[in-house]
């Protein structure tokens, strides 16, 4: 079994490679990103239908851009970027993988959100 901050050694060069790629090849003009199964099977926006394009526009700095291609991802990845450098900082210290801790309200509320989100992105075309 690999040691925690080897697997974070690893990680971190590979999301920085991730990011390099989506930054270089834009999602709406290459065919090699992932299709989601979900809007395949049903054509119905899951909550993470258009996050690669909404990362691509953030990267570019194109805030406006990213919020049309999905206003959750938009708005969530300043945190989650800020957890993904937390928990990076807390292997390569310690050795050891954060236990996150979550109330199960934040959880039902963060649920709560995407479900909302997905109906009102299928229903009124507004996300």
């Known amino acids: 079994m690999m040691k925690p901050r080897l697997m974070t050694a690893a ?29 395949a099977a049903t054509h119905l926006l899951c909550p993470g239908c258009g996050s ?7 990267l570019h700095g194109n805030l406006a851009g990213a919020l049309h291609y999905n206003a959750m991802f938009t ?3 300043p945190f989650l970027l800020a957890w993904w450098v937390f928990c990076c900082y807390r292997i390569m210290r ?3 993988f954060p236990r996150p801790r979550f109330s199960r309200q934040a959880i039902a509320a963060l649920g709560l959100a995407v479900l909302l989100f997905t109906i009102g992105r299928n229903t009124f075309l507004i996300f």
Request: aromatic fraction near 22%; glycine fraction near 4%.
């Open 11 to 39: 990680a971190m060069p590979a999301f920085a490679g991730a990011l390099i790629v989506v930054y270089n090849f834009p999602p709406d003009q290459y065919g090699f990103y992932p299709r989601c199964p979900i809007y």
């Open 94 to 96: 310690y050795d050891r």
């Open 75 to 77: 708005l969530l990845a």
């Open 52 to 58: 690669t394009r909404a990362l691509y526009e953030l």
